[in-house]
């Protein structure tokens, strides 16, 4: 074969991956090192520590794991859970559901509070569920739901759980790098994101970051971490230094650089203004569909990812084709109980721009006259 691989540059605002800029590519192209090397080292252990700043934590424990958003989701669950633990879900979307799959498949003793797709959860919810379940160990709740485009406020829902005695782990994969997000002010125990969404990154690593009251729990463990390749306990070792480095598992050496490129970037612009460039856009975009006819569908909207229903009679999949095939535009259709009653239009990192607005709504009107 001599065919040369030449994808099209796409305008990628579907519900991830987003756009990945040139300067994050070129860090992929830079030559691989072992991943012992001292200067490899080096560029992890600055990776981590830019992580910690986009996390706004202090936990040590803060890493890459290598996979995409699912398999952070997984080492959260996998290394805080055991058989017979009973824990708190809360589902308003696919994801709240893959949660609980996780913690069936963990072993724990599963109860699920629901709230309608589209809504998200309140405090009093909450304070119920940890009264009416007092042995559960944590509580797991998802700050943007990719499928419903729901926020959920997460900023006083630490303590609540706190005082059950509970730990607080959070699904942040389209909220990192887009939303406010303070993991040691909003007391969250363990968290999980992807490179793919709001870093703008290409899809293979998942920032993790845990607690001490976290590692408490993970320490305290009677079984083993039925996952050997995302048991924590041997993982850290490598990520944070103790034991020497031990060899786990192979780093994914050139995406750490990507990761490091991305987080750079974040925080060259600054927290703050990133997130105040992605409400902008979400404002901007959502005037748009609005005068379009356009309706949103979660309530309380993230600005990362924007939900809308699908007018009557208007072939869904027909309309995306047609923006990837004459426009370069890629957005998302439903999924689960929305699958082919909405779109779901991402505004993450790189690609939350003026440009992408203005392109995104041309098109759209293009396409639905
Ligand atoms: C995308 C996403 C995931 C899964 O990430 P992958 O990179 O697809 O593995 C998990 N949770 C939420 C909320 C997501 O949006």
Request: net charge negative; hydrophobic share 40%.
């Amino acid at each position: 074969m001599t065919v040369q691989l030449n994808p099209r540059e796409r305008i990628l605002m579907g519900p991830g991956p987003s756009t990945v800029p040139h300067r994050i590519l070129r860090a992929i192209g830079a030559p691989t090192l072992g991943h012992l090397d001292p200067q490899y080292i080096g560029y992890m252990d600055e990776t981590c520590e830019m992580l910690r700043k986009v996390f706004q934590t202090s936990n040590a424990l803060t890493f890459p794991v290598s996979g995409t958003g699912m398999a952070g989701m997984e080492a959260v669950v996998v290394n805080l859970l055991e058989p017979g633990d009973e824990v708190i879900v809360c589902i308003n979307g696919v994801f709240g559901g893959r949660m609980k799959d996780n913690m069936e498949r963990a072993g724990a003793t599963v109860h699920a509070i629901e709230v309608p797709w589209g809504e998200t959860f309140t405090e009093e919810s909450l304070a119920e569920a940890v009264t009416m379940y007092p042995n559960a160990k944590m509580v797991g709740i998802v700050h943007a739901e990719t499928s419903t485009g729901a926020h959920q406020d997460l900023t006083s829902l630490g303590k609540i759980v706190h005082d059950a005695g509970m730990l607080l782990a959070v699904d942040a994969v389209t909220s990192l790098g887009g939303h406010e997000l303070k993991v040691d002010d909003w007391g969250i125990d363990a968290i999980y994101s992807g490179t793919q969404k709001c870093l703008s990154c290409p899809p293979g690593l998942a920032p993790v970051s845990f607690s001490p009251r976290a590692i408490e729990k993970m320490e305290s463990r009677k079984s083993k971490v039925q996952s050997w390749y995302l048991d924590v306990s041997m993982l850290k070792n490598y990520y944070t230094g103790g034991g020497g480095r031990a060899y786990h598992h192979t780093a994914p050496i050139n995406m750490v650089y990507a990761l490091r490129e991305a987080l750079a970037i974040v925080l060259e612009e600054g927290l703050e203004n990133r997130v105040n460039r992605h409400r902008e856009m979400h404002l901007l975009l959502r005037e748009g569909l609005e005068k379009l006819g356009l309706q949103y569908i979660p309530e309380n909207s993230l600005c990362t990812l924007n939900c809308v229903s699908v007018p009557d009679g208007i072939d869904e999949g027909a309309i995306r084709r047609r923006l990837l095939d004459e426009y370069d535009i890629e957005i998302g259709g439903g999924l689960g109980v929305f699958a082919g009653k909405a779109w779901r239009i991402g505004l993450m990192g790189h690609g939350a721009t003026r440009r992408n607005v203005g392109t995104l709504i041309a098109a759209l009107e293009d396409c639905l006259a």
